[in-house]
């Protein structure tokens, strides 16, 4: 579900914090709901969007609720909180988007449905004939048929919006605190506090287990620069962090071309409308540059 | 065709659909379930009765349900904006402190490029909204009907897998319809080329449409050739493409089936969603067609079948950004040998960053060439806008 989202960046943690904190409460009456909502400020979901993505922003937000309702491994409880969310969501939403269920979500939708009325929760059930009766529900053969429409992009990395964050990893990574300039001076420091310890009076030879490591400072050392080469792997490959490549992939020379592009110009993305010649583009900067320096 | 082009290689593609099955079983299911009062939901007039009706309270119970479960409830009062002397008054700020989804928001905004690059991916690919009734029937009803969307692509020769093919038309199929109605709304612009019976440039105009004289198409999915066999003189594309599968038995290719397009219905075919075919049409232009949705028909959508299939252009215009920055729209057509790619499209910007010297612009000549391009049409304003503001 997280890797569908195009538009809803962290709703989906958003959306588990809520309901977590709902399953939390003495009832599960929507009074209970509400009061959560308000207090996380939900209502500004929607807030600070351009108008392009509201409709998909709202398609993937009840996508998320729905995938809350579905997962039997929830409790009741939170299961319940997905689906006052649900109801929260599209009727605040500043969109027409709806509801889909694909035929296995429905029959799973259905034993949710009569389990509710086993619980006799009238609020819930009320809440989900409310839904049913505004005709809030589209019965569809995909769940996410978004994802269908980036069949031409095999390489993401740039358009990815996960990316923003590896640069900020990338920034605490590379601040003050953390650089190898610094980690040297404590590792010096932490090797004097080492042969200082045992002078003083009194001192028990056997370090608590709440102790650091006597290397620590290397094995910051070491952690950062997998990190660091990590990132860099991932840049240069354009494949997401964690996520397998396809094994099918092709390999063509275009691909080649573009990794190599990628790999020159890190900092920056680039367009894929024209296809780039690093070479000529360069040649051309330079006798341009002297032509004028003339 | 899953041996040439093998289903792994587009990991978002859907397992295969005969959609009439399909939708006949979920509508049976539904009708059993859910739509099983659907006899007595006609016949009352407001969505108040029918819920009452469903939940088998009466009026005043459903009132004080109403009450406890209104969407007021959750809707922020407008006095709690202004808390300690409007310091949380902003939203974005609130939203920031409280919500992960600001904070991500926020990160990829810092990045302007990227959210500029975002939206605009949006514009280009989102599925459109395709015409709605006017005054959809407020009867309650499951509809038997189910609509097929499908996405066709410009024609290319080979982009080596780098290049983003543009999609030229969007389409809401319905089900029941043939592949000849889908074929007949399809526009290429490669049908407008006009010849004669000569080969005399003067008397081109006095010439007919290539598509006049070219009938022939085909639709290939699966591996079944669905040709246009409506005029006699049309030949059949399949015939050609198998003789020539069976005279390169190396390729692995076949074998097909063969299967006339007027007499094939969208609920015929067996589909993967996501997954590339192919429409070939004027002896050698090929576009690839996806099938991106496929979901029961509401009253929502247009209920006048002879106004399907529906056809949403995509937006030409979005597509003409500036060759250096790639963020502002292009306002120059510059033809220069210094430049990476002859002729090039730049901004305004980009143009005197490179070319201004001591404030002045030089004028354009035979080796540095440039042009203003014909101002665009504005942008249409999005009515979700209007909405925003009104709020």
Known sequence: MLDDAIVAIGSANDC???????????????????????????????????????????????AIAKAIILNVNKEFASRVGGLYLMYGLYFTQKAKSKIRLTLSEFKEFMKFTCELKEQNNMDAEFIFQKLFIAKAFLFCACSTPNKYIQMNKKCQSEEDVGNAMDENECRLIGCEGLSSNSLRNVDLLHSKYEELKPQIAGFVTTSS?????????????????????????????????????????????????????????????????????????????????????? | MDETYPVEAYPNASQEFNFQNYFRKYSRLLKETWYIN??????????????????????????????????????????????????????????????????????????NHKYESKLRELRRTAIPQFEQEMNPSPVFKLLDNHVVIARVFRPFESNLGSNIVPHMQDFMLLGSQNLVDFRDKIICLNDEIMVTEDSNPRTLSTGRPIKDLLNASMFFIGNTFYSDFRDYTNIDYGDLIEKWAKDNPEKNLGPFEKKKMEYTTIADLKIRLGYPYVFVHLGSCEHLITFVDARLMVPDDLQNVDEYPLAVEADTNLLMYCGVCDVHDTSYYVDDEQLPTKPMNLCEQCLKTFYKKNDLLPPSTDDVFYKRLPQKKPFEVNVLEDMEDED
């Open chain 2, 38 to 111: 659907q006899g007595v939901l006609e016949r009352l007039n407001s969505d108040e009765e029918k819920i009452a009706s469903q939940l088998g309270i009466e009026m005043r119970e459903y009132h004080r349900l109403e009450e406890r479960c209104s969407i007021a409830l959750l809707q922020c009062d407008p006095l709690e904006m202004e808390t300690k002397a409007g310091q949380l008054a902003d939203p974005e700020r609130r939203a920031t402190r409280k919500l992960a989804t600001a904070v991500e928001l926020k990160a990829l905004k810092a990045c």
């Open chain 1, 16 to 62: 588990d914090i809520l309901v977590e904190k709902f399953s939390q409460s003495e009832s599960l009456s929507f009074a209970d709901f509400a009061r959560v909502w308000k207090a996380s400020h939900f209502e500004l979901i929607f807030c600070g969007r351009s108008s392009e993505e509201l409709p998909l922003l709202a398609s993937e937000l009840l």
């Open chain 1, 209 to 294: 287990s709440a102790a650091p490591s006597k290397n620590f400072p290397s094995e910051i050392q070491a952690i950062l620069d997998a990190f660091k080469s990590d990132i860099a792997k991932i840049k240069n490959n354009g494949t997401k962090q964690g996520k397998p490549t396809s094994v099918a992939e092709e390999v063509n020379q275009g691909v080649i071309r573009r990794r190599i592009v990628n790999s020159s110009f890190q900092s920056q993305s680039r367009s894929r409308r024209m296809p780039v010649d690093v070479t000529s583009m360069d040649s051309a900067r330079k006798s341009s540059k002297s032509k004028r320096d003339h």
